[in-house]
């Protein structure tokens, strides 16, 4: 009576690994129970998750053909954009996010365009807007750029409202760390770095301050959400986030953190039911509206009962 959070199922968002193709469902090796779908087995997932009471997804795309550039991110017939189209025909009640990023689409696995050995931030943004904008047209609601580059969320914005899509939503990864609790969806999304690492872009955990200064500029370049991710290791982050500004905070519990739940809960470590619903609240305690979470399909039906 006297709980002062509250988790709901609607507060979770669902992401999904969506391939190209149908009638694929595969099991990721680093995330036992995740699987990369095609659309229509994307349908199915979402019919269960939406049974459950989940009104959010995140879609993220693996495409089968990468290059320098990502040209895949924004191909009409594109992973992302036939499975938003047939999603929405499906389940017309679901609210489609979608992930906008280059290191899925590119060969040489990073966010943003390579020139002589470095990320070209400023080419990057036009890319970036493109490939929102076509997920924009294939329906998504919202669309959220993980890629971290400097003035994407202005440049997306632009991009969006001159195309008629003013009511398209962001929601920017505002705060995204460079961490190593990312390892298991690069091998789901097969996006790690072939050379580097992606401390150039992705900020140092060492850091908080540059978190509000980052946050500050993503609304300031009309953000409607900002995400801090991960989760676990920034509960801190999250609430200094909420404090600093009036939008909607999101939190990502990302693949590393459920892959080490899902590991101590097969081995009978830990109570794998019983540490999920924990996580979720901390997160939802430490000031995030929503959870972005691969266990969005369990914690809701354990919340149901
Ligand atoms: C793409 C992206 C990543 C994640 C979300 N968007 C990977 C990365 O930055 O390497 C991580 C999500 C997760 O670990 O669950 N930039």
Known sequence: MVEETQLLAANLVYPLFIVEGTGIRQEID???????????????????????????????????RKDPEGSSSWAEDGAVQVAVRMLLEKHPDIYVITDVCLCEYTDHGHCGL???????????????????????RAGAHMVAPSDMMDGR????????????????SIMSYAVKYASAFYGPFREAARS???FGDRRGYQM???N????????????????????????????????RVRDEVDVPVAAYQVSGEFAMIRAAGKNGWLNEDAVVLESLLAARRAGASLVMTYFAPLAARLLET
């Open 208 to 239: 908080s301050r540059e978190a509000l200064r980052e946050v500050r500029l993503d609304v300031a370049e009309g953000a409607d959400v900002v995400m801090v991710k991960p989760a676990m290791p920034c509960l801190d982050i999250i609430t």
């Open 114 to 136: 390579v020139e002589d050995g470095t990320i070209a931030n400023d080419p990057t943004l036009d890319l970036l807007a493109r490939q929102a904008l076509s997920h924009a």
């Open 204 to 206: 140092n955990p060492a």
């Open 30 to 64: 680093s995330m036992p129970g995740v699987f990369r779908l095609s659309a229509d087995q994307a349908v199915a997932e979402v019919g269960m998750a939406r049974s459950l009471g989940i009104r959010a997804v995140l879609l993220f795309g693996i495409p089968n």
């Open 153 to 168: 969320v202005g440049r997306i914005r632009d991009a969006l409202d001159a195309d008629g899509f003013s009511d398209v």
């Open 192 to 194: 790690a770095p072939v």
